[in-house]
């Protein structure tokens, strides 16, 4: 597997946390993540919980289990029963962003998005209780990834399919890793790109996801991943098959250093 994903910082620094806790120090931080399928939000509901017990902080991990209506709805239910201080949210889609930025500017409460967005939406629009947290460089990221893995294929004398397991359809860091995956196939006329799927950012999805391609086309001789997790489905599928990942199929994998897919 290769990967270009590091190991996630827990710090909750890069989520803004530290605003929160000295502005508001009896206010709730609440941790409202898409879901605890990934074990990336599961890792960093914990580190908010530890940093909160740290600061003396009360936190909340809420659940949206990929679904953005639900997710406004927690948020609604927070932020009318009071007290809530700051809110680090990492959303299915960009669908509640601005509405629930609107209403913590008005209520002065902290908001950190992580992740997902909308085209252009920015700081300078939210307002002053509003910061934003991602990955500058996830273009070069997947573009790099998958020329090291098209250039270990060739290495190896195989020409022939690659086939993806995307993330959330529309989620717009996924849209900027597929860009940089196109990007460095275009440079390898021997190869060609015949199909993809969402794994949706886990496990389970991305070996549904896999499966599914790997009917469809038995012949491919790398697999793209949108993060480790997906990569992760991506091995259990190809091992029962009776290949070996990184022999017989290279696996890249665009990110989130999940220790458990190396």
């Known amino acids: 597997l290769l990967t270009a994903g590091t190991a996630l910082g827990l710090a909750a620094e890069s989520f803004g946390v530290p605003s929160v806790a000295v502005a508001a120090p009896s206010g709730k931080i609440a941790y409202m993540y898409f879901s605890s399928r990934l074990a990336y939000c599961r890792t960093v509901s914990q580190a ?15 659940d949206a289990e990929f679904n953005s209506n639900k997710e406004f709805d927690q948020f609604q239910q927070l932020q009318v029963a009071g007290g809530l201080g700051g809110v680090i949210l990492n959303p299915p889609d960009a669908s509640n962003i601005k509405r629930i930025a ?9 908001l950190a998005n ?4 909308q085209p252009w939406y920015t700081p300078f629009d939210a307002g002053d209780y509003f910061a934003y947290y991602s990955c500058p460089d996830d273009f070069n990221a997947a573009k790099d990834i998958t020329t090291m893995m098209l250039t270990e294929l060739k290495k190896k004398g195989k020409t022939g399919k690659i ?4 993330g959330i359809p529309g989620f717009v860091i996924d849209v900027v890793r597929q860009q940089g995956r196109m990007a460095a196939i275009k440079n390898f006329p021997e190869f060609t790109f015949a199909d993809a799927l969402p794994g949706n950012f886990n496990m389970e999805d991305g070996h549904k996801a896999a ?4 009917t469809r ?3 491919a001789v790398g697999i793209y991943a949108a993060n480790d997790e997906e990569a992760q489905g991506a091995i259990a599928v190809l091992k029962s098959l009776g290949l070996q990942p990184g022999v017989d199929v290279i696996i890249a994998s665009a990110g989130d250093g999940n220790p458990e897919a190396a």
């Open 48 to 62: 908010v919980k530890d940093y909160g017990d740290a600061l003396g902080v009360a936190t909340s991990g809420h």
């Open 114 to 117: 992580v992740w997902a967005t």
């Open 102 to 110: 609107e209403i913590c500017g008005a209520n002065t409460i902290w």
């Open 217 to 219: 086309h038995p012949d």
């Open 163 to 166: 086939i993806a397991l995307d």
């Open 211 to 214: 499966q599914a391609l790997m």
